[in-house]
């Protein structure tokens, strides 16, 4: 079991460049999530999927686009990437939303950087 | 205001000494509460949810006050691979979303 994957571990992107960060989870979890985690800050959600065919936007959508490709992947698009969103990136999954029983599994993230 | 907030420490301590911080949040209705430990630049892992009536795991005790909107942590016994940042995480209700605290640094030293 692998858990929660993602690639790539390290990016560095010019202004206004796009990417694709991937997810991926082998748990047969129905809910994924994408977080960022800026110093001084707690994560901070940027999309979820509460299941499969679904995703909403969190906290901080703006710049962002996410596709729930199949139950496993989800993926998180900068379109054109600004300085604003270097940080360190990470996916997490869980179950299923809702009562108490919300741990999420988080993969190790990526670390973008846009110069 | 932040919906979890945390003193950002860092709380050095020796082995063996016992270290608590707590983590205040915002929303009263919030259902369920978590210490989740990050190490440094690795990803965040539960460490243990936070009952009603507080429970412990091993060395580690966590406990919850509702009326004053607090929840706390304690570790007896600290050891040096409890050198982490340990994080506050909030559900504040009957959905998928859970807020994060910025975290607490714990340093062990020899």
């Known amino acids: 079991n692998a858990g929660v994957t993602q690639t790539p571990k390290f990016q560095v992107l010019k202004t206004g460049q796009s990417m694709t960060l991937q997810c991926a989870q082998d748990m047969n979890h129905n809910s994924m999530y994408w977080y960022r985690q800026d110093p001084g800050m707690g994560l901070r959600l940027i999309y979820y999927s509460a299941s499969e065919g679904t995703t909403d936007k969190g906290e901080v959508p703006n710049g962002y686009n996410v596709s729930r490709l199949n139950k496993r992947e989800f993926s998180l698009r900068l379109e054109s990437a600004a300085p604003s969103q270097t940080s360190v990136y990470f996916c997490?999954?869980?179950?299923?939303?809702?009562?108490?029983?919300?741990?999420?599994?988080f993969g190790p993230g990526t670390r973008l950087t846009v110069l | 205001r932040k919906e979890v907030e945390q003193d950002p420490g860092p709380f050095n301590v020796p082995e063996g000494a016992t270290v608590a911080f707590n983590c205040t949040y915002s929303n009263s209705a919030s259902q369920s509460f978590f210490w989740y430990r990050q190490d440094c630049r690795k990803e965040p892992k539960l460490l243990m949810s936070v009952y009603s009536s507080g429970n412990e795991d091993g060395r580690f005790t966590a406990q919850l006050n509702r009326a004053s909107q607090y929840i706390s942590l304690l570790i007896r016994d600290s050891k040096l691979s409890d050198s982490a940042t340990y994080l506050c995480v909030v559900n504040e209700g009957y959905d998928y979303k859970l807020s994060f605290g910025a975290g607490t640094t714990v340093t062990v030293r020899a």
């Open positions: 997490a999954s869980s179950p299923s939303g809702g009562g108490s029983y919300n741990e999420q599994f």
